[in-house]
């Protein structure tokens, strides 16, 4: 069964373009308010298929926005997609790298 057609995803789904409210993020950024319609694996989905219902893992995205964020021939991440894929980093790692820098230990990533 495509994971996609599932009742689990169209929750799933709707439940994140809600917590966006309905706006592209990637628009967003930019002081754009486009409908979003699509919702996005940051980890995609067929190297994580753990994380495919995790919310710090899905953001919600326009049609032109999405296609920015794969290659359509390989279906690679592009730089851009790398870019919130790095983004998305579970909520209590976050803490804990906040935490960290936070006692004068720099940038952990140097």
């Known amino acids: 069964m495509n994971f ?11 439940k ?3 917590r966006d409210q309905y706006l592209c993020q990637e628009c967003k950024r930019y002081g754009k308010r486009v409908s979003a319609n699509t919702v ?4 995609p989905f067929r190297e994580r298929p753990d994380l495919r219902l995790t919310n710090w ?8 926005c999405h296609g920015k964020m794969h290659n359509r021939e390989t279906d690679e991440l592009t730089p851009l997609g790398e870019q919130w894929r790095e983004k998305a980093i579970p909520p209590p790692l976050k803490k804990l790298l906040k935490r960290w820098l936070g006692n004068g230990r720099g940038n952990l990533f140097q």
Request: glycine share 0%; proline share 0%.
């Open 57 to 64: 893992n899905l953001i919600s995205f326009c049609t032109k």
């Open 4 to 14: 996609y057609k599932t009742t689990r995803w169209e929750s799933k789904r709707e």
């Open 16 to 18: 994140i373009l809600r």
């Open 40 to 43: 996005h694996h940051m980890h």
